[in-house]
């Protein structure tokens, strides 16, 4: 038995890394546990094949629902689109049938497939053993449990079984928003991983050591590289002779992963210091040009992508807005992509040189030394780590996450408010895609808050009759300043729906809810001096209070004015009733145009 | 502020967040487990207790508590640092690195060979959890009684589990030491106390703000951390078995660092 293929791992070890892959996307650790077992399990195949089937479910997910989420997130015509399609149980239940069925279809296959192989193994077996001892029968004690019916059938109804407990605990942990616009499409992703990952488990399982037949040839193939990188490596160690060969077939892998991604071959040859930044800069790159093309399509369609992933753009929306329509940043993306799968192949290609594998005597000295852990010497051994260093710093300026404010602008530039680009139209910057179809421009209202009984409440608000918007001037803070026109205020509704949406504030909210935050907008769009003017008794939704508030910078500095923006605004999950809320302001305060109430300070 | 009242689940729920992982580093250290090694993990856990203790103590003489009121012109960005890498990185990994060196000075030394033995990174682990049993407990019992559950899954898997890798890689930063002497070992040392002390950082720093985008960076960390303590367990105390048999041990050449 070759040393590479001895069982390293103990089988309660074994055990217990099997139950942590299948875990890993219920206990928040998704695709990066199976990955990390792939990394420092290269010879346990029992346990890598677990691993890259979960990661296989997970890919297919994404190509799978991505799209579509995407296509969600584009606009509103095509959120309303996927949310009415989906609004109806029958077809819900309809899609869920569809995949179950084509699970159904795969198992089916599988079981079709590994009979047809044992049939055809024993077959071969057959005429062996007649050539050797005619007569005798063939014993077949250790039947493939693929090749079973009964185990099919299995498989396919107690994988329903499976997920519908995966459902029931994930909807303990993590319960359902049905706030969030998302909550449709997500319930047919979360069954659609369940079934799939319950049906991993138990097909892995039911088969033991066996690999499910449909797979088992990339199964087999796969790991042969493993096998052969792993013995290049110890002999390497030993400073001893590989053959040609067998080098050509572990470049020919490193090549295949490293056009996938680029770094990925070098981390299959286990050269982590140049592997992993490539890696990190070409996730960071592709991740940009997402950024860029979405946002080229539609700005909002950009902003709304980042907050997805709870990250908003590190620059004011209005620059933010103007440059998400200048392809040039989308060209320079696309050419620093290039440049690093080229680049990245091309010293990966170093490695496989004749010179460099010892064939043929070397003109330079400049060999790459194979299976060397640590960070060498050395230009281009330096490169991709300074490229990575250098694009996390370029990356932060440009993307931060949702609930991080930067304080980058400084006060009194006075000089400068006048070269603040003022748009014509504020239409063209109102970030939210939820506004009715109805209203005609933005000067109407946007009804914040959950459960409200009477949206008629949140009807527009004209602009010419701005002291109907709330208490008279100074009220609040005592400060006295003029009203700012609703349609900013639409503006900071609108702005506040992505944070609201992602720290899933009003679906955290205990009900009945409310409290009364103040704070400034400067005339740069920082949100400055927040404060809680009431609170509630629930000092945990008050600190998320102020984190969505916080979480809203940088904003377009407000319009027509030349002093900041004092905020005063409440917010409740109640209805537009006064006896809802506790306190007199609050009562007052819950029929102000989204319970705001705006006032310039003066400098 | 009002005590804060630890009820017996609370201590059960804490005790079985950190019993896995026990479980597992103990079962995987297959070198013998000496009287001396025995005595040294109990005293392991209590120091990490000590520590918890400690800390708790300290912050709010360090960082007085003050009401909830808003702050002028604070930003989350300042505060998630000082709080990952000061209130918990540099806090935390401080005190459980000391009892760490303390223990394995006492227990886990060879005052002849001026080495660490082995079993150091045995009693690292086991004060990262006598630390993350008495820090998971407290945490465990300021929950509402509905969220018990969802505290004491993640604390399990990602809390009790990147305290013990953090410690553990500690750990093998000592024996890597070895081969250093004087100085050099001191420096080494200490680097691999600021390595611990940016690992939590880092990791905390990404999470406390809540993206998905951190989430991910953090898991990604964790794992890694998770790689990196596996192959050196492998190389510095599952080889060793095979040292025994061979007159080159295999942490001679073979090493992460």
């Known amino acids: ?603 | 502020m009002s005590e804060l009242k630890i009820e017996i689940w609370d201590y059960i729920l804490g005790t079985l967040s950190v019993f896995p992982w026990a479980y597992a580093i103990y079962k995987s250290y297959t070198l013998p487990k000496s009287r001396n090694i025995k005595i040294g993990i109990i005293f392991g856990l209590l120091l990490g207790w000590v520590s918890t203790v400690l800390i708790i103590w300290l912050h709010p003489l360090l960082w007085p508590q003050t009401d909830f009121v808003p702050k002028k012109k604070v930003s989350l960005l300042t505060s998630t640092a000082h709080l990952a890498f000061i209130q918990a990185g540099m806090m935390e990994e401080t005190f459980k690195i000391s009892f760490i060196l303390f223990l394995s000075f006492a227990f886990g030394f060879d005052y002849e060979t001026k080495k660490f033995k082995t079993e150091s990174v045995l009693f690292a682990g086991f004060v990262a959890l006598g630390f993350s049993l008495v820090e998971n407990t407290q945490y465990i019992a300021r929950e509402i009684s509905d969220k018990k559950i969802e505290i004491f899954l993640a604390r399990t898997i990602h809390s009790s589990n990147i305290h013990l890798l953090i410690n553990l890689c500690f750990g093998f930063f000592m024996l890597k030491s070895n081969v250093k002497l004087g100085k050099d070992r001191i420096s080494f040392l200490t680097l691999a106390l600021g390595l611990a002390i940016l690992q939590h950082g880092v990791v905390d720093f990404l999470l406390i703000p809540g993206a998905v985008f951190g989430q991910w960076i953090a898991t990604a960390l964790f794992v890694g951390i998770w790689v990196w303590v596996v192959r050196d367990w492998r190389t510095w105390i599952t080889n060793q078995i095979e040292d025994k048999k061979t007159l080159i041990p295999a942490s001679e050449y073979s090493s992460q660092s």
Request: net charge positive; proline share 6%.
């Open chain 1, 1 to 603: 038995m070759s040393p590479l293929n001895q069982n390293l791992v103990s089988p309660w070890a074994k055990k217990s890394l099997s139950f942590l892959i299948w875990m890993s996307p219920l206990f928040s650790l998704g695709i990066f546990f199976p990955l990390g077992v792939l990394c420092a399990f290269p010879r346990t195949f029992s346990v890598r094949k677990k691993a890259l089937s979960v990661i296989w479910i997970y890919l297919f997910s994404w190509i799978l629902f991505f799209p579509v989420e995407m296509f969600h997130r584009s606009s509103l015509d095509s959120e309303m689109f996927i949310n009415e399609f989906l609004k109806d149980e029958t077809t819900v239940s309809a899609i869920k049938g569809a995949f179950v069925l084509f699970v159904g279809i795969l198992l089916f296959i599988n079981y079709v497939h590994s009979s047809f192989r044992q049939s055809a193994r024993n077959k071969i077996r057959q005429i062996k053993l007649e050539t050797n001892s005619p007569g005798a029968r063939l014993r077949n004690g250790n039947i493939i449990r693929d090749t079973k019916f009964d185990t099919f059938l299995l498989i396919f109804f107690l994988a329903l079984l499976l997920s519908f407990g995966f459902q029931v605990l994930i909807e303990k942990i993590n319960p359902p928003n049905p706030h969030n616009p998302m909550a449709a499409l997500a319930g047919i992703y979360q069954f659609v991983f369940n079934y799939f990952i319950s049906t991993a488990i138990l097909l892995l399982t039911f088969n033991k050591s066996k690999t499910p037949s449909l797979f088992s040839a990339f199964l087999l193939k796969y790991q042969t590289g493993i096998r052969l990188r792993e013995t290049w490596k110890q002999k390497a160690e030993k400073s001893e002779k590989f053959s040609f060969l067998n080098e050509m077939e572990v470049k020919k892998r490193a090549v295949f992963r490293e056009r996938l991604l680029p770094g990925a071959g070098h981390i299959f040859l286990e050269d982590y210091w140049r592997g992993f930044p490539f890696l990190f800069v070409g996730l960071l790159l592709w991740l940009f040009f997402a950024v860029w093309s979405f946002s080229f399509l539609s700005p909002v369609f950009g902003i709304q992508f980042l907050g997805s992933m709870g990250l908003k753009p590190g620059i004011p929306d209005k620059d933010f807005f103007v440059a998400s329509q200048n392809v040039g940043y989308l060209v320079i993306t696309i050419l620093a992509l290039t440049f690093t799968y080229v680049y990245s192949m091309s010293l990966l290609n170093k490695s496989f040189t004749l010179e460099n594998l010892g064939y043929r005597k070397s003109v330079e000295s400049d060999i790459e030394p194979i299976f060397v852990s640590g960070l060498r010497k050395g230009f281009r051994n330096i490169l991709p780590v300074s490229l990575l260093f250098h694009l996390i710093i370029l990356s932060l300026v440009f993307v931060i996450p949702i609930s991080i404010q930067r304080n980058a602008s400084k006060k009194n530039n006075s000089a400068d408010k006048s070269k603040h680009f003022q748009p014509d139209k504020m239409e063209f910057y109102f970030i939210d895609p939820n506004i009715p179809e109805e209203m005609k421009g933005l000067n109407g209202g946007v009804i914040t808050g959950t459960d409200t009984t009477n949206k008629e409440q949140g009807e527009k608000i004209s602009n010419e009759k701005t002291a109907d918007n709330g208490p008279k001037a100074g009220y609040i803070k005592k400060i006295r300043g003029k009203k700012v026109p609703p349609t900013y205020s639409n503006y900071i509704s609108a702005k506040m729906r992505i944070p609201e949406s992602y720290m899933e504030y009003w679906a955290k909210a205990p009900h009945p809810y409310s409290s009364v935050v103040s704070y400034t907008i400067t005339q740069d769009g920082d949100i400055i001096d927040i404060e809680l003017v009431e609170g509630s008794n629930f000092p945990d939704q008050d600190r998320l209070t102020l984190e969505l508030i916080e979480s809203l910078a940088p904003m377009i500095p407000p319009p027509n004015t030349e002093g900041d923006i004092r905020v005063t605004e409440l917010f409740w999950n109640g209805p537009i009733d006064p006896n809802f809320v506790p306190t007199p302001l609050q009562k007052e305060m819950v029929h102000m145009f989204d319970g705001r109430y705006m006032e310039e300070v003066s400098e």
